[in-house]
Structures are given as C-alpha cells and as structure tokens.
C-alpha cells in the first residue's frame, strides 16, 4: 500500500470517472496535472465525496488522470499484442488467511486462483481474463513483476493496482519494452482492496 493515506471511492459513480477524464482532456489537464487538479476536485466536489486532506486529492487525481493518459496512448500498440497476461493484487482476495485456497508458486512468486469462493473478486476477474485467452498471476507486490518476466516473455500487460504501484510497475515494463494497460483500484488498503470489474472487461 504505498500511499500514505486510505481511499474508498467505491461508491462513486463509475460515469464520475469518466467524465473527468474526458474533462481532464478537453482542458489538456494530462499535460499540466499540477495548475488544473484542484479545479477539478472543486467541480467534481472529490474531496467532500471522498474524506481525503486537499493534497491527498490531488496526488489521487494526478494518478488517476495519468493512468487514463496512458492507456489511451497504448491503446493501439496493446491490441496489436497477442500474448498476454493479466496481473492482479493479492490484496483483492476475499480472503488473506487459509481460507483462501490460491496455490502460491514461490519461483514466480504469484498466488493462482483455485475458485474457492463465487464472490471473491480475483475469482470473478481470474474466470474473466482466462475466458478472453490472458495468462493470470496474483502478485504480492510490484517488486515481482520483474522475475516473472524474465521467465514468461509476454508482449502485453494488464495490470491492476493503486496509482503508486501502477506508476512503478510502468517504468519496469517500458524498461523492458512492453506494452501495458492499467486498471486503478478505487478502494486501497492492506485487505479487502477493490477495483472495478466492468473497467477491467473493457480494458481486456
């Protein structure tokens, strides 16, 4: 969790997000993040929506408009990518303790969903990705994107995470040359993590 403070956007409209990234662009707010990003939380009333301090709110935004920003950009070049492969956060299980049943293989390291709960998210995002052909790995963390690389050779990348972990993850991937695409959480944490499964359809 490498923000230093909590978020649950959870129950913000979906259309919210997407409005103010179609206002972020129409303003090129993407290329000047820091004179525009309290103009939007002023108009989109984030703050109130969301609890945060001001400048928790703009780091968000920041993040999140930088995000939308670059799937746009690797739009093309991600659906020219044949093998790929989907990497979601552990965090976003049901269950962090034995009751989840997700077999950990230490060498990749990546937990892999054994199906045990219908509402668990991972399992809904796992049966999701495996269904449009995606290779799907449940990582402890950003740091074990680079091992699993070097063992599986992927050409496009979906990765799911919060900003900071997403913004880190980036750089290891152009370092090695791939295309990625990035689903945000909306809700962060240690446990209990969320992010949107309708975003993550559209983004497969």
Known sequence: MPYRFNFDL?????????????VAYDRKIHKKLSKK????????????????????????????????????????????TRKRAVLLPHCSR????????????PEIPSYFCNHCSEDCLINKATRLAQS????????????CIPKLLKRHH???????ACGEEIKLGGDVLRRLGLVAQAVPLIKNGCANTVFSLETLEKIL
């Not at 109130?48 to 690797?74: K, P, R, W, Y």
């Open 37 to 80: 990003a309290l103009e939007l939380i002023e108009k989109f009333r984030i703050q109130e929506a969301t609890g945060l301090e001001i400048s928790d709110a703009v780091m968000l935004l920041q993040d999140f408009i930088e995000i939308q920003a670059t799937n746009v950009l690797q739009r093309r070049k991600f659906l020219q």
């Open 132 to 143: 449009k052909g995606y290779d799907v790995y449940i990582l402890p963390g950003g740091s």
């Open 10 to 22: 959870s129950k913000i409209p979906r259309m919210l997000f997407t409005e103010i990234t179609r």
């Open 154 to 160: 992927y050409e496009g990348i979906v990765g799911v």
């Open 94 to 105: 049901k269950y962090m303790d034995s009751r989840c049943k997700a077999t950990f293989d």
